[in-house]
């Protein structure tokens, strides 16, 4: 069974930075795809980036281009999101997933099988 544990959230001013953890156990990391979603209260769950399992491929939500980070480290079975340039909108729970390969698009959370239990961002102006 896949555990996934996030950690490195927290309260951070605008325009400041934080680095989010995942960490997997349970099962060999390297064979998932790895995502990040966020849902702020009221508000959808909504698609932040996501990490094929080889490591190289990446896709963003529109909100975060070219603000966040997502990459993995499969030797330590953790999953990264580097966040800069925080903005109050980025304030939300945000969870990591994981899912095998499938025809699902990576962007969906139906793609995902495996959930963390969700860290908190909150962001001031």
Known sequence: QVRLVESGGGLVQAGGSLRLSCALSGRTFRFYSMGWFRQAPGKEREFVAAIW????DTKYGDSVKGRFTIFRDDTMNTLYLQMNSLKPEDTAVYYCAAGLISTIPIISARAYT???QGTQVTVSS
Do not use: A, I, L
């Not at 399992?53 to 190289?56: E, F, P, V």
């Open 53 to 56: 399992g080889n490591g190289r």
């Open 114 to 116: 495996d959930w963390g």
